[in-house]
Protein backbone atom coordinates (compact mmCIF):
# COMPACT_ATOMS: atom_id res chain seq x y z
CA UNK A 1 0.00 0.00 0.00
CA UNK A 2 1.55 3.26 -0.82
CA UNK A 3 2.69 5.87 2.29
CA UNK A 4 0.36 8.45 2.35
CA UNK A 5 1.92 11.93 3.03
CA UNK A 6 0.68 13.06 5.88
CA UNK A 7 0.38 16.77 6.54
CA UNK A 8 1.57 18.54 9.46
CA UNK A 9 -0.97 20.68 11.54
CA UNK A 10 0.47 24.80 12.51
CA UNK A 11 1.16 25.16 15.94
CA UNK A 12 -1.06 27.22 18.14
CA UNK A 13 2.08 29.88 18.22
CA UNK A 14 2.40 29.36 14.43
CA UNK A 15 -1.61 29.50 13.79
CA UNK A 16 -1.54 32.96 15.80
CA UNK A 17 1.56 34.44 14.31
CA UNK A 18 0.04 34.23 10.82
CA UNK A 19 -3.32 35.67 11.96
CA UNK A 20 -1.59 38.78 13.69
CA UNK A 21 0.74 39.53 10.71
CA UNK A 22 -2.07 39.11 8.30
CA UNK A 23 -4.11 41.27 10.60
CA UNK A 24 -1.47 44.12 11.06
CA UNK A 25 -1.18 43.85 7.03
CA UNK A 26 -4.76 44.26 6.28
CA UNK A 27 -5.00 47.26 8.59
CA UNK A 28 -7.30 45.62 10.97
CA UNK A 29 -3.75 46.72 13.80
CA UNK A 30 -2.72 49.96 12.09
CA UNK A 31 0.47 51.24 13.12
CA UNK A 32 0.87 52.36 16.83
CA UNK A 33 -2.04 50.23 17.86
CA UNK A 34 -1.73 48.15 20.80
CA UNK A 35 -1.12 44.29 20.80
CA UNK A 36 -2.98 43.28 23.38
CA UNK A 37 -2.16 39.69 24.04
CA UNK A 38 -5.30 38.39 26.17
CA UNK A 39 -7.81 40.21 24.01
CA UNK A 40 -5.96 38.47 20.54
CA UNK A 41 -6.41 35.07 22.32
CA UNK A 42 -9.84 35.84 23.14
CA UNK A 43 -10.28 36.54 19.25
CA UNK A 44 -8.91 33.52 18.48
CA UNK A 45 -9.86 31.09 20.62
CA UNK A 46 -6.77 30.31 22.12
CA UNK A 47 -4.47 30.92 25.16
CA UNK A 48 -2.44 33.42 26.13
CA UNK A 49 0.81 31.79 25.88
CA UNK A 50 1.23 31.32 21.88
CA UNK A 51 -0.25 34.77 21.39
CA UNK A 52 3.02 35.71 23.29
CA UNK A 53 5.48 33.85 21.52
CA UNK A 54 3.48 34.86 18.40
CA UNK A 55 3.64 38.75 19.28
CA UNK A 56 7.60 38.44 20.39
CA UNK A 57 8.30 36.66 17.18
CA UNK A 58 6.70 39.62 15.46
CA UNK A 59 8.84 42.01 16.98
CA UNK A 60 11.57 40.35 16.09
CA UNK A 61 10.49 40.90 12.82
CA UNK A 62 10.16 44.30 12.65
CA UNK A 63 6.19 44.08 13.04
CA UNK A 64 6.24 45.81 15.96
CA UNK A 65 8.18 47.56 19.08
CA UNK A 66 8.62 46.47 22.90
CA UNK A 67 8.32 49.91 24.72
CA UNK A 68 9.13 48.98 28.37
CA UNK A 69 6.56 49.54 30.85
CA UNK A 70 4.04 49.85 28.50
CA UNK A 71 3.62 47.23 26.18
CA UNK A 72 4.25 46.11 22.50
CA UNK A 73 2.82 48.27 19.57
CA UNK A 74 2.68 48.18 16.01
CA UNK A 75 5.86 49.55 14.01
CA UNK A 76 4.45 53.27 13.17
CA UNK A 77 5.43 54.04 9.89
CA UNK A 78 7.61 57.80 9.69
CA UNK A 79 8.33 59.01 6.13
CA UNK A 80 12.46 58.48 6.68
CA UNK A 81 11.51 54.45 7.52
CA UNK A 82 9.46 54.21 4.72
CA UNK A 83 11.79 56.56 1.99
CA UNK A 84 14.95 54.07 3.48
CA UNK A 85 12.79 51.20 2.67
CA UNK A 86 12.22 51.82 -0.75
CA UNK A 87 15.60 52.97 -1.73
CA UNK A 88 16.98 49.40 -0.05
CA UNK A 89 14.39 47.65 -2.28
CA UNK A 90 15.73 49.30 -4.93
CA UNK A 91 19.19 48.48 -4.19
CA UNK A 92 18.40 45.00 -3.59
CA UNK A 93 16.22 44.60 -7.05
CA UNK A 94 18.72 46.21 -9.36
CA UNK A 95 21.66 44.53 -7.78
CA UNK A 96 20.18 41.15 -8.55
CA UNK A 97 19.19 41.26 -12.11
CA UNK A 98 22.54 39.95 -13.45
CA UNK A 99 22.17 37.03 -11.29
CA UNK A 100 18.85 36.21 -11.80
CA UNK A 101 19.31 36.21 -15.32
CA UNK A 102 22.45 34.04 -15.37
CA UNK A 103 20.39 32.06 -13.23
CA UNK A 104 17.34 31.83 -14.97
CA UNK A 105 19.41 29.96 -18.27
CA UNK A 106 19.88 26.65 -16.45
CA UNK A 107 15.90 27.18 -14.45
CA UNK A 108 13.59 25.76 -17.08
CA UNK A 109 10.52 26.78 -14.22
CA UNK A 110 11.77 29.77 -13.86
CA UNK A 111 9.76 31.86 -16.63
CA UNK A 112 6.59 29.91 -15.95
CA UNK A 113 6.23 30.65 -12.31
CA UNK A 114 6.97 34.61 -13.17
CA UNK A 115 4.28 34.39 -15.98
CA UNK A 116 2.09 32.71 -13.57
CA UNK A 117 2.80 35.17 -10.57
CA UNK A 118 2.08 38.14 -13.34
CA UNK A 119 -1.33 36.91 -13.89
CA UNK A 120 -2.22 38.05 -10.03
CA UNK A 121 -2.17 41.46 -11.50
CA UNK A 122 -5.48 41.38 -12.87
CA UNK A 123 -8.70 42.23 -11.16
CA UNK A 124 -7.02 44.26 -8.37
CA UNK A 125 -9.68 46.76 -7.28
CA UNK A 126 -8.14 50.66 -6.78
CA UNK A 127 -8.17 49.99 -3.07
CA UNK A 128 -7.62 46.55 -2.99
CA UNK A 129 -4.35 46.60 -0.99
CA UNK A 130 -4.23 43.51 0.39
CA UNK A 131 -4.04 41.32 -2.95
CA UNK A 132 -1.97 43.93 -4.20
CA UNK A 133 0.61 43.77 -1.24
CA UNK A 134 0.05 40.05 -1.61
CA UNK A 135 0.58 39.97 -5.54
CA UNK A 136 3.45 42.20 -5.35
CA UNK A 137 5.35 40.77 -2.84
CA UNK A 138 5.04 37.11 -4.43
CA UNK A 139 6.20 38.46 -7.65
CA UNK A 140 9.26 40.52 -6.57
CA UNK A 141 10.33 37.91 -3.88
CA UNK A 142 10.75 35.08 -7.56
CA UNK A 143 12.86 37.85 -8.72
CA UNK A 144 15.02 38.13 -5.75
CA UNK A 145 14.82 34.01 -4.93
CA UNK A 146 16.04 33.23 -8.57
CA UNK A 147 19.34 35.33 -7.68
CA UNK A 148 20.02 32.75 -5.36
CA UNK A 149 21.68 34.63 -2.59
CA UNK A 150 20.08 33.33 0.72
CA UNK A 151 21.63 36.60 2.50
CA UNK A 152 19.89 38.62 0.27
CA UNK A 153 16.81 36.89 -0.17
CA UNK A 154 17.07 37.11 3.67
CA UNK A 155 17.49 41.07 4.04
CA UNK A 156 14.54 41.57 1.11
CA UNK A 157 11.64 39.48 2.93
CA UNK A 158 12.69 40.96 6.72
CA UNK A 159 13.11 44.66 4.97
CA UNK A 160 8.76 44.17 4.76
CA UNK A 161 9.31 46.95 1.73
CA UNK A 162 6.42 45.85 -0.16
CA UNK A 163 4.34 45.67 2.90
CA UNK A 164 5.35 49.06 4.27
CA UNK A 165 4.38 50.47 0.50
CA UNK A 166 1.07 49.18 0.89
CA UNK A 167 0.96 50.62 4.51
CA UNK A 168 1.18 53.99 3.31
CA UNK A 169 -1.22 53.51 0.66
CA UNK A 170 -3.92 52.53 2.93
CA UNK A 171 -3.23 54.98 5.74
CA UNK A 172 -3.23 57.53 2.99
CA UNK A 173 -6.70 55.98 1.94
CA UNK A 174 -4.98 56.62 -1.56
CA UNK A 175 -6.31 54.49 -4.73
CA UNK A 176 -4.04 52.34 -6.96
CA UNK A 177 -4.32 54.44 -9.18
CA UNK A 178 -1.68 52.72 -11.63
CA UNK A 179 -3.22 48.92 -10.76
CA UNK A 180 -4.44 49.05 -14.30
CA UNK A 181 -0.81 49.55 -15.51
CA UNK A 182 0.94 46.88 -13.11
CA UNK A 183 -0.29 43.61 -15.14
CA UNK A 184 1.26 44.98 -18.82
CA UNK A 185 4.72 46.54 -16.73
CA UNK A 186 5.18 42.82 -15.04
CA UNK A 187 4.68 41.11 -18.21
CA UNK A 188 7.15 43.10 -19.79
CA UNK A 189 9.54 42.87 -16.76
CA UNK A 190 9.57 39.06 -17.79
CA UNK A 191 9.27 39.54 -21.79
CA UNK A 192 12.66 41.42 -20.41
CA UNK A 193 14.37 38.78 -18.06
CA UNK A 194 13.85 36.03 -20.51
CA UNK A 195 15.57 38.21 -23.29
CA UNK A 196 18.95 38.92 -20.86
CA UNK A 197 18.30 42.29 -21.20
CA UNK A 198 19.76 43.43 -18.25
CA UNK A 199 19.51 47.27 -18.54
CA UNK A 200 15.97 47.21 -20.08
CA UNK A 201 15.15 45.39 -16.92
CA UNK A 202 16.63 47.47 -14.73
CA UNK A 203 15.24 50.63 -15.97
CA UNK A 204 11.62 49.31 -15.68
CA UNK A 205 12.25 48.18 -11.94
CA UNK A 206 13.80 52.25 -11.38
CA UNK A 207 10.48 52.77 -13.09
CA UNK A 208 8.60 50.74 -10.85
CA UNK A 209 10.34 51.26 -7.27
CA UNK A 210 10.31 55.21 -7.81
CA UNK A 211 6.58 55.86 -8.76
CA UNK A 212 6.07 55.04 -4.66
CA UNK A 213 9.06 56.97 -3.31
CA UNK A 214 7.29 59.75 -5.59
CA UNK A 215 4.30 59.14 -3.80
CA UNK A 216 5.91 59.56 -0.67
CA UNK A 217 7.15 62.89 -1.75
CA UNK A 218 3.37 64.14 -2.58
CA UNK A 219 2.30 62.74 0.92
CA UNK A 220 4.69 64.66 2.53
CA UNK A 221 4.26 67.90 0.05
CA UNK A 222 0.96 68.57 0.13
CA UNK A 223 0.95 67.58 4.28
CA UNK A 224 -0.92 63.96 3.90
CA UNK A 225 1.31 62.33 5.97
CA UNK A 226 -0.51 64.69 9.13
CA UNK A 227 -1.61 62.72 11.82
CA UNK A 228 -0.97 59.04 9.74
CA UNK A 229 3.03 59.24 8.65
CA UNK A 230 5.63 60.69 11.60
CA UNK A 231 8.06 62.40 9.60
Same mark, same amino acid.
Do not use: C
Given at each position: ??QE?I ?5 L ?8 ? %????R??Y? #????LI?Q??? @???G? =?R?P &?????? +? ?6 A @??V #?? %???F ?8 I? *? ?11 S? *???? +???V? @?? *? ?7 ? &??G $?? *???P??Y @?K??? /??A?? %? =?I ?8 EI?R??? =???C??T /???? $? +? ?8 V??A?Q??V +? ?6 A ?8 L????I ?12 T???T? /????
Open positions: MATKKAPSSEYAYEEIK %HAIEGVP #PGAKTEIA @DRLI =ST &VVAAVN +RLTAEGY @DA #PQ %HGIVKKLSVKMR *DTLELRLMIELFV *DAVI +RNMF @DS *DAVQELRSA &VE $YQ *DIGRD @DAMK /TENF %H =SIIRLAQNALVYQ =SSRIE /TYQM $Y +RMANMELATQNYEH +RIVELLEGNQAGVKALEKHQLPLNMLNWLVNGRTG /TISP
